[in-house]
């Protein structure tokens, strides 16, 4: 059964910097795409990055682009998130998403087989 366990969360003040990981055991499934979702209280979860595991190409919302960066680790079967530059408005609830069959759509998995947990991130001075 696939497991997608994320890590990494915490406290910062604006403008500072934190790493998500998110590693992914226990299958054979040929998962295509990784990506992260975040989901601020009261909003609805939104995309903001994705990685095809083939070729390592990425994808950003606008809302990140330029300060987070996604990136794998084929060996350790983890992916990463270090966002930098952070703001109090990227307060939220942050998801790794596991897709397969499909590439990224830009920023999107476009189809996702399993959610990770969740982890916290608060950006507030």
């Known amino acids: 059964q696939l497991q997608v366990v994320e890590s990494g969360g915490g406290s910062v003040q604006p403008g500072g910097s934190l790493r998500l990981s998110c590693a992914v055991s226990?299958?054979?499934?040929?998962?295509?795409?990784i990506g992260w979702s975040r989901q601020a209280p009261g909003k609805d979860r939104e995309a903001g990055s994705c990685?095809?595991?083939?070729?390592?190409?990425?994808g950003y919302a606008d809302s990140v682009k330029g300060r987070f960066t996604i990136s794998r680790d084929n060996a350790k079967s983890t992916v990463y998130l270090q966002m930098n530059t952070l703001k109090p408005e990227d307060t939220a609830t942050y998801y790794c998403?596991?897709?397969?069959?499909?590439?990224?759509?830009?920023?999107?998995?476009?189809?996702?087989?399993?959610w990770g947990q969740g982890a916290q991130v608060t950006v507030s001075s």
């Open positions: 998403a596991v897709g397969t069959n499909y590439a990224c759509k830009d920023y999107v998995v476009p189809q996702v087989y399993r």
């Open positions: 226990g299958s054979n499934l040929d998962y295509a795409a």
């Open positions: 990685i095809t595991l083939a070729d390592g190409s990425t």
